[in-house]
């Protein structure tokens, strides 16, 4: 731990599952630092504590943000008052996440059935952060405008709850996820019901557990030599 109390490490030097609430724009500035670095893959899911974000910031920071009201208040005025968190994703500049847009990579990837959903765009860079909510069909370079190009900009997306996760590898979006982002898997993502009801019957079970060591389906590595 260091003597700030700020990082909070397991005994593996990952991030603690323990909640750190790194200040959200502290967490992003120490990303924008290292964006020459990062793999963009690796930004993906960055509020799920237990996902492969840990070695990179405090999770807990970036939930807190997708559980807010000002997230909450922004996407309900575009999907309705039943609201599921599927995915985030911090992009270093909007420059960035408007070249994502532009080879038309957003809304490819949902596995939602019916296929409906919002994007809150937060600018997590300022003093306060800010919000803009759009919805699926509004997608494309002009819904960044009011957005700095350099700045970096947080994209949480999220569904209505009357549509379905669809948590089968073999689903198109999912498939077409994991051949064209390699280290993105959304089917096995948790979920979380932000507001109001759940009508779909989506798995909101699955994901909320800790990355299985590599060698706890099989033999430890010293077995393996032995055999």
Known sequence: ???GGSDHLDLAGRVSLTPARLPVREAVARIVAR??????????????????????TDPWSFLDLCESDLVIDATRKVIGPDVILWDSE????????GEFI??????????????????ALVAV????????????EEIGPEMLAGF????????????PATSRFDRDPNHPANRACMEEQVLVHYSNRPLWLLCGADRANNDLV???????????????????EEK
């Open 148 to 159: 700095n190009l350099s700045e970096p900009l947080y994209v949480v997306r999220l569904m």
């Open 35 to 56: 964006k020459a670095t990062i793999r963009q893959e690796r930004l993906s899911g960055i509020h799920n504590p237990w996902g492969h974000c840990l070695g990179l």
């Open 206 to 224: 699955s994901g909320f557990a800790p990355a299985v060591p590599v060698w706890a389906s099989g033999a430890m590595p010293n077995e393996r």
């Open 90 to 97: 911090l992009f270093a500049e909007v420059g960035r996440y």
């Open 1 to 3: 731990m260091t003597q």
């Open 125 to 136: 860079g300022r003093e306060q952060p800010e919000v803009k909510a759009v919805g699926l």
């Open 102 to 119: 532009s080879q038309a990579r957003e809304g490819r990837y949902w596995p939602v059935t019916p296929l409906a959903g919002a994007l």
